[in-house]
């Protein structure tokens, strides 16, 4: 017998591409006042078509702390449409005490300024070798950094003679240079969750997450000041910022009339965009035997906003930080509370954000990956060109494992469906859990049916029987696996047309309940509000019973045998039980039989 219906949890499809650095924990220390920009630098660029093979160059990045470092190289070449049309990449082989010893350019060190022996901007180290670590590295022309591009390519092929040509300038074989170039990333830092919980929380799991992620320090306002925002020093750029601030850590090329450029490629090729603009601090550049080395920093507070995110790096302004959305979560458990708080400046963050902002107030509160139960209520509000919605919801969850991860991720998952949503702006995500031990849950056991004043149990074998026109009451039955029993009663109006007919009464645990009209339309097409409304407003709680009544043939998925129907089961009825005081999982099919109504006396 198959089951008619089952829950498949929400998957939310969204990725922030860009690696990340997330935060925790640091919310009363950050502020969104404006700040005085840095000095400026404002460095003339020099022509790359001037640029030839041999010519000196030399540059400033930070591998700790904040002081920008030198480091020298030469021209390679440059490699004609290497980065997109009409955008070329300058090759260059660098040195330094700091690349010898992680090996290669890292990971953050994006945005690095290159420049020629006169003094001007050639433009920013961007790019690495793709077959792994190495000195020699793909220049994103300054000169080209504020013309943002329609197209992009994650890389750039290189050529037989290239591959040559860097061979003979290096101790890059031509093989290993011919597998070409791609941007260098943003490692992934996450605080406030923990490096064992990181090692679970991937990708995979959910598409919104970083691929990768590391354990990361906390937001302090004491890692680095506005001052230190200058050409090769420590530049990032956060999605949200408050309890999780969730963002990349690269490099400034520029600084020049309150406007800093910087990385030389996108954060997330967002194009215009509202990212808050940070100082930071590296500590360390952590090699990686399998890749690119990454340099690890902590976030300062937001100094600014970067407006723009291009092909050819990003651009911000110092001043206020931008406004967003709150996110809020208020978690309960043994005593103990704490309501932690993040703003979300970049819609494509909102179900990131949900999701961490409730898994780091869970594990600060609850304190340790263990078994229970959370009831949780929710509610969301913003608006669609102008006219404001609220939704709104509660909730039971149950773990037998790892409470704060299960009740987190729902939210997120329906925060993401919003985002696509054209034309929604949210306000605010305020989330409300309780958090018990008790890992105990329902499972449903049978029927029972009201019959002559008694009641009395009823089964497929022993089909529950109505007459047409009558009311059929009955009572589900609940086992617990504390052995308690539990018992919901319900009815349904059988329709006088339904006489000498048989049906089907389907049972499902809201645990293991899901919409199959919903979840067509969540992945086979766009989605507006008022489907998401109208999913809201028909979810089932894990604690409650779906209870589906079919007369005549067919069921939920038209698929179940019915013997003696008649019909394709046309004649429907539902009705959603409950809640209990435990999550319910589980399926129960129950028989009816339609006797006719009785006749009239006279």
């Not at 006042?33 to 001037?50: G, L, M, R």
């Not at 001007?120 to 077959?131: C, K, M, P, T």
């Not at 997450?209 to 200058?230: I, M, N, Q, T």
């Not at 999780?244 to 520029?254: E, L, R, W």
Request: hydrophobic residues 40%; aromatic residues 8%; glycine residues 12%.
């Amino acid at each position: 017998m198959s089951v008619p219906s089952a829950r498949r949890r929400g998957r939310a499809l969204a990725s922030l591409t860009a690696a990340a650095l997330v935060a925790g924990t640091g919310a009363a220390t950050l502020g969104s006042s404006a700040q005085a920009a840095p000095t400026p630098d404002c460095k003339a660029p020099y022509p790359i078509a001037s640029l030839a093979q041999g010519d000196p160059v030399n540059g400033l990045t930070v591998d700790q702390g904040v002081t920008p470092e030198p480091f020298t190289g030469e021209v390679i070449g440059v490699l004609d449409d290497g980065i997109a049309p009409g955008l070329d990449m300058v090759i260059v082989d660098l040195d330094s005490p700091a690349i010898q010893a992680a090996g290669g350019i890292w990971q953050g060190m994006s945005g690095s300024p290159v420049y020629a022996d006169d003094g001007r901007l050639i433009g920013a180290v961007s790019y690495g070798l793709a077959w792994g670590s190495s000195p020699i590295a793909g220049v994103t022309p300054f000169e080209d950094m504020d013309d943002y591009m329609a197209s992009a390519k994650p890389g750039a092929d290189v050529d037989r003679d290239t591959a040559q040509a860097i061979a003979a300038a290096s101790d890059v074989s031509a093989a290993q240079a011919s597998q070409g170039f791609e941007q260098l990333g943003v490692a992934t830092g996450v605080s406030g969750v923990g490096a064992s919980r990181l090692g679970k929380l991937t990708h995979a799991e959910r598409d919104y997450l970083p691929k990768a992620a590391y354990a990361a320090g906390r937001v302090s306002p004491g890692v680095a000041s506005v001052d230190d925002v200058e050409a090769g020093g420590n530049l990032a750029a956060s999605f949200s910022y408050g309890d999780i601030t969730m963002g990349g850590v690269g490099t400034a090329t520029s600084v020049c009339d309150n406007v800093v450029v910087g990385f030389g490629h996108p954060m997330n090729f967002l194009g215009e965009t509202s990212m808050s603009l940070h100082p930071a601090e590296a500590l360390y550049v952590q090699p990686d035997p399998l890749g690119a080395p990454f340099k690890v920093a902590n976030f300062a507070p937001p100094a600014g906003t970067v407006s723009e995110d291009h092909l050819t790096g990003i651009t911000g302004r110092f001043g206020a930080a931008p406004s967003g959305t709150t996110v809020s979560s208020d978690v309960s458990y043994a005593g103990r509370n704490r309501v932690g708080t993040s703003t979300v400046t970049v819609p494509d963050a909102w179900p990131s954000v949900t999701f961490y902002q409730q898994l780091a107030n869970h594990d600060r509160v609850v304190d340790a990956i263990r078994k229970g139960s959370e009831s949780q209520s929710w509610v969301i509000k913003g608006s669609q060109a102008g006219t404001p919605f609220t939704f709104s919801h509660s909730d039971r969850f149950t773990s037998s494992y790892d409470i704060s991860y299960d009740a987190s991720y729902e939210l997120a998952d329906l925060v993401y469906l919003l985002s696509s949503v054209e034309g929604v702006d949210v306000d605010s995500i305020s989330v409300d859990g309780d958090v018990t031990n008790s890992s105990a849950t329902y499972s449903v056991a049978g029927n029972e049916q009201w019959v002559k004043g008694a009641w009395t149990k009823v089964s497929n074998r022993k089909p529950a029987t109505v007459r047409a026109g009558g009311k059929l009451q009955l009572r589900v039955v609940l086992r617990g696996t504390d052995g308690t029993i539990a018992r919901v009663p319900y009815s349904f109006k059988i329709p006088k047309r339904a006489a000498g007919n048989r049906g089907q009464i389907y049972l499902t645990g809201g645990n293991d309940f899901f919409s199959g009209e919903f979840f067509y339309e969540e992945f086979g097409g766009p989605m507006s509000l008022g489907d998401i409304k109208s999913y809201i407003d028909g979810l089932v709680r894990n604690d409650q019973i779906a209870a589906q009544l079919f007369i005549g043939g067919g069921g939920p998925g038209g698929e179940e045998e019915c013997r003696g129907c008649k019909g394709s089961g046309e004649i429907q009825k539902d009705a959603t039980l409950g809640p209990a005081d435990k999550v319910v999982s589980g399926f129960k099919r129950l028989k009816v039989v339609v006797k006719p109504a009785k006749k009239a006396k006279g």
